[in-house]
């Protein structure tokens, strides 16, 4: 079973109730996606294997360790989880990126596919999915099976509020994925969006309402 991680970082809760408020401007908006998923992946990353390294300092031999070279791809569903792209990049500046384009049925609430693009080796690359929101969970598990059908072997899914049905919804699916959430909110309304939640993550981040 998937594991759910929820980040109660006093920072990522602060940031998370500015982000929430319907009076929040796109411009903050956009900053405090892109802060949260910065301080997100601090954890989401946190059982990156080192290996020791020395380093010549002014002063002498540091014993140090540095990542072992682990290969690595941020992979937003696009539109919203392109909000955190730049918060991640920050923090892994070499990170490869791979777009997935999905958009939700407004009747059917069924994920539709436009856009698939992958670094040329994703297969051998760890995979950390980033979407705002995982309501149905129908788009974040549709994108771990698009990820799997090209070879991706192990995957991470990063949102920043979740709905009890999303995170079912991949257990289900897709077990071997372990969740990386700032909330996990109480349901989903008749229209499938996350209830408290905050709105449409796509719309605020783009201003597109
Ligand atoms: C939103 C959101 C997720 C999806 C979550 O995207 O960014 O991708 O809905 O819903 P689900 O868990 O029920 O699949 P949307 O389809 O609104 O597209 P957009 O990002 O282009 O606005
Ligand atoms: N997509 C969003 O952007 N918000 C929701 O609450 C649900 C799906």
């Known amino acids: 079973m998937s594991k759910v991680h929820v980040f109660d970082h006093p920072l990522i809760q602060h940031k998370l109730s500015i982000l929430r408020n319907e009076e929040t401007s796109v411009k903050e908006f956009r900053e405090l996606v892109s802060e949260i998923a910065m301080l997100m992946c601090y954890e989401a990353t946190r059982d990156l294997p080192l290996e020791a390294v020395d380093v010549k300092t002014p002063m002498g031999i540091a014993h140090?360790?540095?990542?072992?070279g682990k290969k690595?791809?941020?992979?937003?569903?696009?539109?919203?989880?392109?909000?955190?792209?730049?918060?991640?990049?920050?923090m892994m500046p070499n990170v490869?990126?791979?777009?997935i384009g999905l958009y939700r049925d407004p009747e059917t609430l069924e994920p539709v596919k436009y856009y698939f693009k992958m670094p040329p080796d994703i297969q051998e690359r760890d995979v950390i999915i980033v979407d705002p929101m995982l309501a149905t969970g129908g788009s974040a598990a549709a994108a771990c099976t698009f990820l799997k059908e090209v070879g991706v072997k192990r995957i991470k899914l990063m949102s920043i509020i979740a709905a009890p049905e999303g995170v079912k919804c991949m257990n289900d699916a897709h077990p071997d994925v372990d969740i990386f959430v700032a909330a996990l909110d109480e349901k989903l309304n008749?229209?499938?969006?996350?209830?408290?939640?905050?709105?449409?993550?796509?719309d605020r981040i783009f201003g597109t309402k």
């Open 190 to 202: 008749e229209i499938g969006y996350i209830v408290p939640g905050l709105g449409d993550a796509g």
């Open 96 to 99: 490869k990126v791979g777009h």
């Open 72 to 90: 690595l791809a941020v992979v937003p569903i696009l539109r919203a989880g392109l909000g955190m792209v730049d918060g991640m990049v920050a």
């Open 64 to 68: 140090c360790q540095h990542i072992a």
